[in-house]
Nanobody, 121 residues
C-alpha cells in the first residue's frame, strides 16, 4: 500500500559528499516521523537521523555536524545530505517512514529497499 523509493547512493572518496532521497507513495493519509538508518557488514542496523513532521530532528553522535536530514512534506520525501564522508560511513542506507494510511487511519512503519554508500580512502 505504501512504497518508499530511495536514490542517491554511490561511491565517493573520503571527504566528499552525497545526497540521499527517499520518496513515499501509495495510500498515504499523512506521514509522521521519517528517518535514515544504516547497516554496515557484520553490524546491526543503526539510526543515522530522523525528522518529525514538524521538523524536529535527531542525529547519531557519529554524524552530528556532517549530515543534515530534511523533508518536503508536499512531496512526501525525506533527504539526507552527507558531507565530510568517512570510510566508516560505508553501509547500506535505509529510509524509514511512519505512515498513517488512508484505509485504517492508523500508523505503520515502512522501509525502503536500501541504497549502498561506499566511501573510499
Amino acid at each position: 500500500q505504501v512504497q518508499l523509493v530511495e536514490s542517491g547512493g554511490g561511491l565517493v572518496q573520503a571527504g566528499g559528499s552525497l545526497r540521499l532521497s527517499c520518496a513515499a507513495s501509495g495510500s498515504i493519509f499523512s506521514i509522521n516521523d521519517m528517518g535514515w538508518y544504516r547497516q554496515a557488514p557484520g553490524k546491526q542496523r543503526e539510526l543515522v537521523a530522523a525528522i518529525a513532521s514538524g521538523g524536529n530532528t535527531i542525529y547519531a553522535d557519529s554524524v552530528k555536524g556532517r549530515f543534515t536530514i530534511s523533508r518536503d512534506n508536499a512531496k512526501n520525501t525525506v533527504y539526507l545530505q552527507m558531507n565530510s564522508l568517512k570510510t566508516e560511513d560505508t553501509a547500506v542506507y535505509y529510509c524509514n517512514a511512519r505512515v498513517v494510511i488512508v484505509t485504517t487511519r492508523r500508523p505503520y512503519d515502512y522501509w525502503g529497499q536500501g541504497t549502498q554508500v561506499t566511501v573510499s580512502s
